[in-house]
Nanobody
Framework: QLQLVESGGGLVQPGGSLRLSCVVS????????WSWYRQAPGKQRELVAS???????NYGDSVKGRFTISRDNAKNTLYLQMNNLKPEDTAVYYC???????WGQGTQVTVSS
């Protein structure tokens, strides 16, 4: 059974950085593509970044140049390095295996002075 545990969120000032982690269990990790999504209050969940099994990455326009998605297949872990954070990045962040309906509990990121 696929389980996703996100961590690393918190309160950070504008311009700051955070690194999110998603530990995956119950699934092969290396052969799948994975993504980070986020959902802000009152808004729909949106795709932030994705990474294929071969390491090809894709980013939403609002985070390009500031966020970096990566994966460690040996640790079954997905990462999201977030730099130059803005108040509009405030949301609950989730990781997800592409084409799977399973979501983790998410991790809250709040960007505020």
């Amino acid at each position: 059974q696929l389980q996703l545990v996100e961590s690393g969120g918190g309160l950070v000032q504008p311009g700051g950085s955070l690194r999110l982690s998603c530990v995956v269990s119950g699934s092969l990790f290396s052969i799948y593509a994975w993504s980070w999504y986020r959902q802000a209050p009152g808004k729909q969940r949106e795709l932030v970044a994705s990474i294929t099994s071969g390491g090809t990455t894709n980013y939403g326009d609002s985070v390009k140049g500031r966020f970096t998605i990566s994966r460690d297949n040996a640790k079954n872990t997905l990462y999201l390095q977030m730099n130059n954070l803005k108040p509009e990045d405030t949301a609950v962040y989730y990781c997800k295996r592409n084409l799977s309906p399973t979501w983790g509990q998410g991790t809250q990121v709040t960007v505020s002075s």
